[in-house]
């Protein structure tokens, strides 16, 4: 069955300091990948997604993330982090057939510490 | 101008209780989706719809109904509330992989 794990519910990071969200799938089928940010009270924005070609995605605000199929994952990553980052991230999967139904790993809550 | 809204943004309401969330979407989008979001997990599909007219079970459909009267509305109608069902929701509008949400509705169910 398909899944998406992050493994860390919690990161704490000083401001300035580089950053990596860790992220596993596992789906037999093509994998279409996302990363969403949630600010507090608020709803869902999409940061960057990977459909093809270049296995490191570019996102907004200085995010990125690099696929790998070997490893079945879709790491998030930022050279320096603001203390605005501090939110709750989730790496998602979508089906490649049917409804597009996503599916969402658990949430890593990022803490950027002044 | 947001393009996913719902309504009520809070609500409170009363076990057995019926209780009627609404989306609306200016997307223009086929699909629309309700998740539950619960501490300690992801977001998790209820329902969702094709388009106007249709409804279908997503994971966890137990104790909720759907109904997708246009193409612009989907709501989710809790029958008989439960305290199970406190939770925040959130609708949301796609016609890919990529899925456009609202800003939630926090339901407290007492």
């Known amino acids: 069955a398909q899944s998406v794990t992050q493994p860390d519910a919690r990161v704490t990071v000083s401001e300035g300091a580089s950053l990596q969200l860790r992220c596993k799938y596992s789906?037999?089928?093509?994998?279409?990948l996302f990363w969403y940010v949630q600010y507090p009270r608020q709803g869902l924005q999409l940061l960057l997604k990977?459909?093809?070609?270049?296995?490191v995605v570019q996102g907004v605000n200085g995010f990125e993330a690099e696929f790998s199929k070997s490893n079945s994952s879709f790491h998030l990553r930022k050279a320096s982090v603001h203390w605005s980052d501090s939110a709750v991230y989730f790496c998602?999967?979508?089906?490649?057939?049917?409804?597009?139904?996503?599916?969402f790993g658990s949430g890593t809550q990022l803490t950027v510490m002044p | 101008e947001a393009a996913v809204t719902q309504s009520p943004r809070n609500k409170v309401a009363v076990t057995g209780g019926k209780v009627t969330l609404s989306c609306n979407q200016t997307n223009n989008h086929n699909n629309m989706y309700w998740y539950r979001q619960d501490t300690g997990h992801g977001l998790r599909l209820i329902h969702y719809?094709?388009?106007?007219?249709?409804?279908e079970k997503g994971d966890i459909p137990d104790g909720y109904k759907a109904s997708r009267p246009s193409q612009e509305n989907f709501s989710l109608i809790l029958e008989l509330a439960t305290p199970s069902q406190t939770s925040v929701y959130f609708c949301a509008s796609g016609d890919d992989h990529e899925q456009y949400f609202g800003p939630g509705t926090r339901l407290t169910v007492l």
């Open positions: 719809s094709y388009g106007a007219g249709s409804t």
């Open positions: 789906y037999s089928g093509t994998p279409y």
């Open positions: 998602v999967l979508s089906l490649s057939s049917g409804s597009w139904q996503l599916i």
């Open positions: 990977y459909y093809s070609g270049d296995p």
